[in-house]
């Protein structure tokens, strides 16, 4: 892979770096016996749960199962990309981030994406400063037919796009830098004559920011009524459109714990709102809400309300974002509906009725209950009275709050005039039906070793050699290979710590499996560190008991089909003698 950062340096990296700290940094935590506690920052919780291990250098929420190292946490709380972790993990410590694999050309396009946010700077100024340029005043005129002043349009950097193949491409700063302009979405390279030319031709640009205000996308929107009307970056190393909200990072300026926060749909709804006052709005781009977007909403307030277009597109947008939400919706979290009339969007409505006649319409916005009771009536397939309380029930199960349950259970009862204690009674016995589907880590004494062994490397220095087990490596045991490679890091790095274990595994399909048993509570009697060695002592005695059970079946198998050498036979006696010791 092109650019890849060394593995070593991750390493480095996470040895440097104190897990404690960084998430010190960013929540307050309390020193509690060997470990540090807080409130989680990733779900709602009163009584804390969330727990950061210094000897391991890895957190762990038991509330809702957020787990992981140094990176996962600024990768989850900062709401970036594995390799923007790297990045503030790796300013933070002064470090320079090497690269593999990079040709010269390459090199000098995009060393870093911190190369890559100046590039994105760089084409918001030229951008800003197309939309001030007397010659297409056409721009700037179309804005302020819009309502916007000149303080809203600066404040968002609004930008525009000229009608023309190469004005970015061809540029004499920029064309210096195609490859980059063509990984971040700006420009794009002709197939037939090899040549470049922009992506973005006569169009409003709406730059889109991360939290920390960089640019990492644009959005741009037609003067006129050609197709596309709205065009998006593409994803890039720096873009992901499932992640971004537009007009978050303008929110956190102004406060970075509001009440409530705004969703709607378009980018000119989000700065008409933000213009009249409304400055907790923010827009997913072109697409449906997220389970990303929602998380990140509910990181910063406790109740999100949705406003989207008043045509039927946008009232499906609404119910999928419902949907979504209810995993979200711990008790005093909430999330309302604001409807508006079929032809209407947020930006119109305020334009037509005014700053008040919005804030009566957040201050009646519809309630969770109200809003899924109107969805479910006005679709056919749900008249039937029976279908549509089973239905119910069902979706009162998704949310995890008991709170917001009973409330919706009691609407419930009051809308189908159904007994109310008939109801939660009914919901009790498909909970009952529904305990079956969870999933428990079965203990086995594979995982009891692997588990062991990922919380705590330094058994490994009590002169435990794994080459016995070598001997067997190509002996098809589901997770064998894992441990054999578990105990080769740990022989090679005696001090490594856990946040640094499993990183190794961070590109491939086993981490998340790891990452769970890293942090898996494995029930003893005695939780004196003497006694847990002992414990994976005897689970790793039971694995070698497995491999000689295996070797055994092997060569009986084997014996059975075309028989054995005379010293295959002698290796199954001695096998076969060896596992009745």
């Not at 790796?90 to 890559?116: F, G």
Request: hydrophobic content about 35%.
């Amino acid at each position: 892979m092109k650019g890849r950062i060394p593995r070593s340096f991750i390493d480095n990296l996470i040895n440097q770096t104190n897990v404690i700290d960084i998430v010190n940094e960013r929540i307050q935590l309390k020193k509690q016996g060997q470990n540090f506690t807080a409130c989680c920052p990733f779900h709602n919780e009163k009584t804390p749960s969330f727990i950061v291990n210094d000897r391991r250098q890895t957190y762990h929420c038991f509330g809702c199962g957020a787990h992981g190292n140094s990176i996962d946490f600024v990768m989850e709380f900062d709401n970036i990309s594995f390799i923007e972790a790297i990045e503030t993990l790796a300013q933070r410590l002064n470090l320079e981030i090497p690269r593999e694999n990079l040709n010269s050309q390459e090199l000098l396009s995009l060393k870093t994406s911190s190369d890559a946010y100046q590039i994105m700077f760089q084409i918001t100024e030229h951008f800003n400063t197309k939309l001030k340029d007397y010659k297409n005043r056409d721009a700037m005129d179309y804005l302020i037919k819009r309502g916007l002043t000149t303080e809203i349009i600066d404040r968002f950097e609004l930008g525009f796009s000229e009608n023309a193949w190469g004005t970015i491409s061809n540029h004499q700063y920029f064309k210096n830098h195609l490859v980059s302009l063509e990984n971040l979405g700006i420009s794009i390279k002709s197939q037939k004559h090899h040549t470049y030319y922009d992506r973005f031709r006569n169009r409003i640009m709406f730059p889109i920011r991360n939290t920390s205000g960089k640019v990492v996308g644009f959005g741009g929107r037609v003067l006129d009524n050609e197709k596309p009307k709205y065009l998006n970056s593409p994803e890039t190393i720096l873009f992901h459109k499932q992640k971004e909200l537009y007009g978050l990072y303008e929110l956190l300026k102004v406060n970075r714990n509001p009440k409530s926060i705004l969703i709607v749909e378009g980018y000119m709804d989000v700065i008409s709102l933000h213009q009249a006052g409304f400055q907790n709005t923010v827009a997913c781009l072109g697409t449906a809400t997220s389970d990303h977007h929602l998380r990140t909403l509910f990181r910063y307030t406790n109740e999100v309300i949705c406003c989207y277009d008043g045509d039927a597109a946008g009232q499906n947008a609404a119910w999928k974002t419902l949907t979504n939400a209810l995993k979200f919706l711990e008790d005093g979290k909430e999330i309302k509906f604001i409807s508006l009339n079929k032809d209407e969007d947020p930006d119109s409505f305020i334009k037509n009725n005014g700053k008040e006649a919005f804030t009566d319409k957040i201050i009646n916005a519809e309630s969770l209950a109200s809003f899924t009771f109107e969805y479910y009536q006005k679709n056919d397939q749900y008249l039937n009275k029976s279908t549509l309380t089973k239905n119910i029930l069902e979706f009162i199960e998704l949310i995890p709050g008991n709170a917001n349950k009973l409330i919706l259970t009691k609407e419930l009862s009051k809308n189908l005039f159904i007994n109310e204690e008939q109801l939660i009674k009914l919901n009790s016995q498909q909970k009952v039906k529904k305990i079956k589907k969870y999933k428990h880590i079965k203990k086995t004494p594979l995982r009891v070793t692997i588990s062991l062994l990922l919380q705590n490397p330094q058994f490994i220095l009590n002169e435990v050699v794994p080459s016995s087990l070598q001997e067997v490596a190509e002996l098809k045991i589901p997770g064998l290979p894992i441990l054999i490679e578990l105990l080769e890091i740990c022989v090679t790095n005696p001090y490594i710590k856990t946040g640094q274990l499993i990183e190794n595994w961070r590109d491939r399909d086993e981490y998340s499996y790891l990452k769970l048993l890293s942090t898996w509570e494995i029930p003893m009697q005695d939780e004196s560190s003497d006694n847990y060695f002992d414990y994976f002592l005897d689970s790793l005695d039971s694995v070698y008991a497995l491999c000689i059970d295996k070797q055994i079946e092997n060569l009986q198998i084997k014996s059975n089909k075309v028989g054995l050498t005379d010293l295959e036979k002698k290796e199954l006696t001695r096998l076969i003698l060896s596992s009745k010791d």
